[in-house]
């Protein structure tokens, strides 16, 4: 079955056809390292990293890049306000140096890969800084002065979107939408033209160019690395549906103006992670995967959650919700944990094959725009389905799981340190008794050593912190 996408430059499905027939080339707009991810930022880098997994499921050599904005995006998308790296330096009362502001992008892209291993996304190819590329958006800026496609005024390099014929047509955006004014300035040509290169004040951060000292702006960052990394035209670009009216049109509309060809054949966007009505960047409440973990969820716990909403769909938080996808998640943790026991049946048979009926079901439903909640069902019909040992359900299990990244071929029983094994048992007496202020007392201790134990009706489960 064809691999169908939703591809936003078209506003519709549309069956994947790579520019080669091996290998697919795709870009993720990656994080702004100027803070923590929060769990919004997260729901993007899981889509893709599912994408990437189907695609490789498929048989696809997939070659990934994923941007790592360290310069240049300004706390609003109509070219105002401070750069987030600079209001980092000011948060962390650094000085207003490029050294320094690379030390805080450096700490915080290590802190984001960690985030990313413990939910299992595969790594990109390459993770390209802004800084380290400078040249080349400065080359591309050149290009488009030099085909009039850009201007200069007192403050900054200008992309003159009137100089292409079909500017905005990712959002469909039209002239003088109110959505798609980039800033109000008396020296722009037009409202929809955006900055190429903020000019930098007098000792205030700044590169070198042959057009005047200053930073880039946000857009012409990935367009300049894509190229660098991937060619143009390339095959997929990711990233959130925020980008799509600002910073995804100018992407394609300064790529286009340079070099004459699209940016990418297909454009594919994941929906918001909300608090109530609110996106989780301006909702107020900051929630990494490390609060979600203080809450005893586990990172995989999570992107299970995630899985169970199609990609394309405004997931709203909610702690109760993927406690319940924790509760999920374990249970297929212990099938595996209960299958890895020895039978005859897997002597005869140690290797077995994915069951052919299930692999067809699921193959169609990551076909079909990445159904995950369609996935993750058919693997619970997979379960309960006793026509099939476990080592069958077992083998197809950690088949699909190849796309479902939740990690389930790394699953091992636990061995449980004597020290710990001690304190379960005197605090198993201590429940006995209903003496709840020693058990709670032993709980902590070890958590402290490393462990959580979580009680319920049937006893005590332990799992590493």
Same mark, same amino acid.
């Given at each position: ?92 009362? !650094? ?25 299992? $996304? ?16 400065? =080359? ?29 047509? %990712? ?33 205030? $951060? ?14 012409? /960052? ?28 100018? /992407? ?11 940016? =990418? ?21 900051? %929630?990494?995967?490390?609060?979600? /973990? ?28 993927? !406690? ?40 169609? =439903? ?17 379960? !309960? ?30 061995? $449980? ?49």
């Amino acid at each position: 079955m064809a691999l169908r996408l939703f591809n936003t430059l078209g506003r519709e499905k549309q069956e994947f056809v790579p520019i080669g027939k091996k290998e697919v080339r795709m870009y993720s707009c990656g994080p702004t390292v100027y803070n923590y991810l929060h769990i919004g930022n997260l729901r993007s880098y899981v889509f893709a990293d599912v994408l990437k997994r189907t695609l490789m499921y498929s048989g696809y050599k997939v070659k990934h890049i994923m941007n790592i904005t360290d310069v240049g995006h300004l706390t609003s998308d109509a070219d105002e306000g401070d750069d987030k790296m600079v209001k980092a330096l000011k948060r962390e009362g !650094k000085p207003m140096t490029i050294a320094a502001m690379r030390e805080i992008a450096n700490t915080y892209y290590e802190k984001a890969r960690i985030d990313m291993q413990k939910l299992e $996304i595969l790594s990109a190819d390459e993770y390209p800084f802004a800084t380290d590329h400078i040249k080349e958006m400065v =080359a591309m800026i050149e290009v488009l002065l030099e085909k009039n496609a850009a201007y200069k005024t007192a403050d900054s390099i200008y992309f003159d979107t009137k100089s292409i014929p079909d500017y905005g047509k %990712l959002a469909k955006v039209k002239a003088n939408d109110e959505h798609s004014r980039i800033g109000v300035n008396s020296e722009k040509k037009n409202l929809e033209d955006f900055a190429l290169w903020k000019f930098a004040d007098a000792g205030g $951060i700044g590169f070198e160019a042959s057009f005047g000292r200053g930073f880039p702006g946000w857009h012409i /960052e990935c367009s300049a690395m894509a190229e660098k990394y991937l060619g143009v035209p390339f095959d997929i670009h990711t990233g959130g549906i925020d980008h799509i009216p600002v910073h995804h049109n100018n /992407e394609i509309a300064q790529t286009e103006a340079a070099t004459g060809k699209l940016l =990418a054949n297909y454009w594919l966007h994941n929906a918001h992670l909300t608090i109530g009505e609110e996106k989780m960047a301006k909702s107020g409440e900051f %929630l990494t995967l490390s609060v979600l /973990e203080k809450e005893g969820i586990s990172p995989l716990a999570y992107r299970y959650w995630l899985l169970t909403a199609r990609y394309s769909t405004r997931m709203d938080y909610s702690l109760e919700a993927i !406690k319940a996808a924790q509760t999920a998640y374990e249970k297929l943790v212990n099938f595996i944990l209960s299958a890895q026991k020895t039978t005859f049946w897997a002597k005869l048979k140690p290797k077995r094959l994915p069951s052919g009926f299930y692999r067809e079901k699921f193959l169609e =439903a990551i076909n079909d725009d990445l159904d995950t909640p369609k996935a993750l069902a058919l693997v619970w019909e997979l379960l !309960k389905d006793g026509s099939l040992p476990d080592t069958d359900k077992k083998a197809t299990l950690l088949d699909f799981d190849k796309v479902l990244g939740l990690g389930l071929a790394d699953i091992k029983k636990l061995e $449980i340190p004597e020290e710990i094994q001690n304190l379960l048992d005197e605090r198993k007496i201590a429940r006995n008794s209903k003496d709840w202020v020693k058990s709670d007392e032993l709980r902590k201790e070890i958590e402290k050593l490393g462990f959580a134990v979580k009680d319920s009706d049937s006893g005590s489960e332990l799992r590493p912190l």
